[in-house]
């Protein structure tokens, strides 16, 4: 399977699986030819085969298809230990069902939380200040209010907009160890909970003595450690234009997330509103960015400011990554995939019909 396909695969909802399921495939890579006929080496091969066989899942969570895949002899533990993992996550983390932890914790306003949300909802609101806002968990009723929350999308009043951005603003959400105060706000995870979950991925991984791990948490990836035999991973950014990639990049022991306009949207009077909301207007970024990517040991890190990036824009984003050293690639409404931090070394390809490769 090529980087390519490997990324798409988990892109496209043409997915068997139903919602809250999961399939596992077990992939044989034997192709032995006539060659390799003669018996002591035929064995040889076989025995080494094994070792690299591979098991990959497929879930649904998070709102978003998530596939997993892991190698060699503890993979099929590691796995299960993951999916159980996402879905323990899930109903901690979901803005949406009633049954979780963050959903309570928005009803009430205040009070103890598990360390785990606690923890969340600390990095978030750091991450929150160090992106000078453009990172924001409190957009939730901006969310709500374009319909993003429940897939019933409209164009709110500005009047509408004025009263949601009255309830926006991280730096009044306080977390004193496990005791959170919203002071009149609500809180959606979704622009770091899949990076979480990548974290908890690579923690599992690194546990297990299962031969390699990656997963594909909805356009959020974690290669983590390598593919067997000490080989990198390799994997396809999306092209923000549609179908196909934009590069491939070859990599270890990181985590990749991706934020653009493409990824959720609706169109209302010729007009296309998507799903990263500028906490500064109320109204979804008006970014000069198609993508951003963040390269990062953190999936927290990486997922929270990909958002942010998008939010900024290509000038502010580019200064943000200079000065704290985020490795980034952006791509700009004008074609060019821009890469900071020392994203180029990352990058095993370009598509470079299509984008113009630039080194900032
Ligand atoms: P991502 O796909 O990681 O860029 O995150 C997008 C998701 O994060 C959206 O679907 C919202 O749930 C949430 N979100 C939207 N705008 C923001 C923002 N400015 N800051 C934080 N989270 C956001
Ligand atoms: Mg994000």
């Known amino acids: 399977m090529t980087a390519k396909t490997l990324y798409i ?19 044989a890579f034997f192709r032995f030819s006539l060659l390799f006929s003669i018996i002591p080496l035929f064995l040889c091969l076989f025995s080494a085969c094994r070792k690299s066989a591979q098991l990959s899942s497929e879930i649904y969570a998070m709102d978003t298809y998530m596939e997993l895949k892991a190698y060699g002899g503890e993979a099929e533990d590691l796995l299960e230990k993951a999916e159980k993992e996402i879905f323990r996550l899930e109903r901690l983390f979901s803005a949406t ?19 785990e949300l606690a923890e969340i909802i600390s990095v978030s609101l750091a991450l929150s200040r160090k992106t000078g806002g453009a990172f924001d968990p409190s957009v939730r009723p901006l969310l709500r209010l374009w319909g993003f929350t429940e897939d ?10 004025a009263a949601a951005l009255e309830r926006v603003g991280a730096e009044r959400i306080s977390a004193d160890g496990t005791e959170v105060l919203l002071n009149g706000c609500e809180l959606d995870l979704g622009g770091i909970a899949k990076g979480y979950a990548a974290d908890r991925f690579a923690g599992i991984a690194a546990e297990s003595l299962c031969g390699g791990a990656f997963a594909n948490l909805g356009g959020m990836i974690c290669a983590a450690g390598t593919k067997p035999g000490g080989e990198p991973w390799r994997v396809a950014l999306q092209s923000p234009l549609g179908e196909g990639y934009a590069a491939v990049l070859s990599v270890s022991n990181v985590c990749i997330s991706t934020s653009g306009a493409y990824q959720r949207f609706f169109e209302s009077g010729g007009k296309r509103y998507h799903h990263i909301i500028d906490p500064s207007t109320g109204f979804p970024a008006e970014s000069d960015l198609l993508s951003a990517t963040v390269i990062d040991e953190s999936g927290c890190f990486a997922d929270a400011v990909s958002t942010a990036l998008f939010v900024m824009g290509e000038d502010a984003s580019a200064k943000f990554c200079r000065q704290n050293g985020v490795c980034a690639i952006l791509i700009t409404e004008d074609m060019r995939l821009l890469c900071l931090g020392g994203a180029e070394n990352f990058l095993e390809e370009v598509s470079g019909e299509t984008f113009t490769l630039c080194i900032g």
């Open 9 to 27: 695969k988990a892109q496209k909802e043409k997915h068997g699986t139903l919602p809250g399921t999961s399939g596992r495939v077990r992939c």
């Open 97 to 115: 069902s009633a049954e979780s932890e963050l959903y309570r914790l928005n009803l009430s306003g205040s009070g103890a939380v598990s360390p």
């Open 152 to 161: 019933e999308f409209r164009v709110p009043s500005e009047a509408g907009i």
